[in-house]
């Protein structure tokens, strides 16, 4: 297979600016790009945190990550950075192969993304059951929600267990230890958040938080703790750091780095679908997953975290007029002009405030109304659903994606099986054909459904039950979309079955991808070439002369028995 990079990587920015770029865009483009990068600094300093990393490295996956997401990406207003999508898998991985390992596992995901660029897997990655997201994108939600009680009460813990049950027995039994001061902090900043909007719509709620929620216990020397407290000053320099990958190890990254990668994926073309309909564009999504797995490698080159698409920032961006990939480049450069000249003031930020912050970032992506919608719908669904969720809170991400994936897959087997049938017709009403002048011993049935392992066994035997009716036996295929191994295997079992009895099959309505499958599998020359017909009617001439010759050798059989 030959691949034109030309077709699948062309970043929306060149095409922008071939179309023409007017000053009116650029100064709406500014304003976006500036608000969002203020919108951007404390999530991407609460995602770090939350994930078990140090504040700066956040800050450099929006800032690295963020700009090559606009620059090459395949959207005309994503942005991209650090989501809370990745908190519990970077936690994970942190917590088990240390910060060298989350860089070489961003590393990995990052390649992993271009490949699947490169591969035009953009469109697959929509096939992704919604009840699949919904559940790892709740029981995300739930973690996060879980990770920021302790700063969110200011709780005297020394360590929290990674367990979600564990840590709440922890949280629990040292309720005693609460911190008003630092629980006064946390509850104002999401009244603020929840609230500013009504009064002040062009600053983002998160950013007056913060600011009014620094400023107090700054002013008033308030016990809570700060950035600063905890993890000492922001460093206003990059380094780079091409990460050493020892191929002895590397089986350990698989795993987290696909999960990453898919997580990246679906996050990131979600967002893009959602940006869509907002601006009434339309992405690209391969040149989307390999402006995002550049972005990833490039990020952990610098140190950074895993990136995506940003829905709540990407949203932010299109609200304020943001209308191109230069509001992305914007926000960009805005966050690294904060770091550089305002970051020793962003140290006194209080913890209690970015956990209130991911308080009602968890709410947000909870998708609480889609869940309870789910489990009111079909069963298959809600067991996808909710088998998902409890394994993302209750054993890890990774688990919970991929069991998630083969259940979903086995349950719509499940139901294709169900939905497929082989049925006995009388008469067709959608061409107005009559069976009832067909001779005796000619049977007509019809397969609906694709010919596949989940089916082929239930075919096999039905078919093998009616043909014992038979003398001829039409099958029409019309409705038989595709026919895989095992629907061959099964097949040709039961056209032996059916020859050995002395009954004369007949396909009618053979579609040409299933009759090629057919003639690769040399299927035509048990039945006969000629006995694989393109139309009804064709089938039904053979059949009366199939069943005209069969009551002759009866006849003459009875002769020279007589």
């Not at 709780?155 to 629980?183: M, Q, R």
């Not at 009111?376 to 659903?385: E, N, P």
């Not at 069991?403 to 067709?428: C, N």
Request: glycine content about 8%.
């Amino acid at each position: 297979m030959v691949i034109n990079i030309k077709n699948v990587f062309r970043p929306k920015l060149f095409t922008v600016f071939r179309e023409g770029y007017t000053k009116k865009q650029l100064q709406s483009d500014l304003l976006a790009g500036i608000i969002v990068g203020i919108v951007a600094l404390p999530l991407a300093i609460a995602f770090a945190i939350a994930s078990g990393v140090s504040p700066e490295k956040g800050l450099i996956t929006a800032i690295v990550a963020g700009f090559l997401i606009s620059f090459l990406g395949g959207s005309r207003v994503q942005i991209g950075g650090p989501t809370g999508a990745f908190v519990v898998i970077v936690f994970g991985v942190v917590s088990q192969y240390g910060i060298e390992g989350l860089i070489v596992s961003t590393f990995l995901a990052g390649l992993m993304l271009i490949a699947f660029g490169v591969l035009r897997l953009g469109t697959i990655i929509e096939f992704i059951p919604h009840p699949l997201t919904v559940g790892f994108t709740s029981g995300i939600a739930l973690i996060i929600f879980s990770s920021q009680i302790k700063e969110f009460f200011g709780l005297s813990i020394a360590d929290v267990p990674s367990g979600f049950i564990d840590k709440w027995g922890v949280y629990l039994s040292h309720l005693n230890t609460t911190n008003f001061y630092a629980l006064g902090v946390a509850v104002g900043t999401v009244l603020i958040i929840v609230y500013s909007k009504r009064i002040i719509k062009l600053i983002p709620g998160s950013f007056v938080a913060i600011i009014i929620m620094t400023i107090i216990p700054a002013i008033f020397k308030l016990p809570v703790n700060t950035i600063g407290s905890v993890f000492g000053d922001l460093p206003n320099t990059f380094e780079v750091n091409i990460p050493s990958i020892n191929i002895a190890n590397i089986r350990h990254y698989i795993a987290p780095a696909f999960t990453i990668a898919l997580l990246g994926a679906i996050e990131s073309l979600l967002s893009a679908v959602v940006a869509d309909g907002m601006i009434s564009g339309k992405h690209r999504s391969n040149t989307e997953l390999i402006a995002q797995g550049i972005a990833n490698v490039a990020s952990s080159i610098f140190g950074g975290i895993p990136a995506t698409g940003a829905i709540a920032r990407t949203a932010t961006n299109v609200k304020n007029g943001g209308r191109t990939p230069v509001a992305g480049v914007v926000h960009s450069i805005t966050l690294l002009l904060i770091v550089l000249f305002f970051g020793k003031w962003a140290v006194q930020i209080p913890l209690a405030c970015l956990a209130g912050i991911l308080v009602v970032v968890a709410y947000n992506m909870s998708e609480w109304r889609s869940f309870l919608a789910i489990l009111r719908g079909s069963r298959y669904d809600m067991v996808v659903l909710l088998t998902t969720f409890l394994l993302t809170v209750l054993v890890d991400l990774t688990v919970a994606i991929q069991i998630g994936m083969v259940l979903a897959a086995l349950l719509f087997m499940q139901r294709m099986s169900k939905a497929s049938e082989v049925i006995a017709v009388e008469s067709d009403m959608d061409t107005l054909e009559d069976y009832s002048d067909l001779p005796k011993g000619v049977e007509i049935y019809e397969i609906n459904g694709p010919f596949f392992f989940a089916a082929s066994q239930k075919y096999r035997e039905t078919l093998k039950n009616f043909g014992k009716k038979a003398d001829v036996l039409i099958l029409r295929m019309r409705n038989v979309p595709f026919i895989d191994s095992t629907g061959i295997h099964n097949f040709r079992e039961t056209i032996k079955f059916l020859q050995a009895i002395d009954v004369k099959l007949i396909l009618s309505g053979v579609r040409p991808e299933v009759r090629k499958e057919l003639e690769d599998n040399r299927i035509d020359f048990l039945i006969g070439r000629n006995n694989i017909c393109g139309h009804y009617n064709e089938a039904k001439e053979k059949a009366i002369i199939a069943m005209e010759q069969i009551n002759m050798e009866r006849k003459e059989r009875s002769k020279e028995t007589a």
